[in-house]
């Protein structure tokens, strides 16, 4: 019998300023984005871009609310921000 291994777990670090935006959000939309960066982790898919200066890092689109991310190794994200699309890239 061999023992097979599960997919590769991603670590999620949050800063506390996206912590206090994910919290601000109301519960139902604040669900629908932490699924979407839990689908985006199991299977890298998903409105992802990298941003261009002189923003840094990678931002994923989760319906009219941004995430934005960096990647620290293979085995880990930092959450940097979560932001309405109107108020993103001010």
């Not at 599960?6 to 959000?25: F, H, K, N, Y």
């Not at 990678?58 to 109107?86: A, M, P, Q, W």
Request: proline share 4%.
């Amino acid at each position: 019998m061999s023992e097979g291994r599960g997919p590769e777990r991603t670590a999620v670090i949050w800063s506390p300023e996206a912590r206090v935006q994910l919290r601000s959000i109301e519960r139902e939309t604040a669900m629908q984005i932490l699924y979407c960066v839990d689908r985006y982790l199991g299977s890298r898919t998903g409105d992802v871009k990298k941003l261009k200066p002189p923003f840094t890092g990678f931002r994923l689109r989760c319906g009219d609310y941004r995430v934005f991310f960096d990647h620290k190794d293979e085995s880990s994200i930092h959450i940097t921000g979560v932001r309405n699309r109107r108020d993103a890239y001010r």
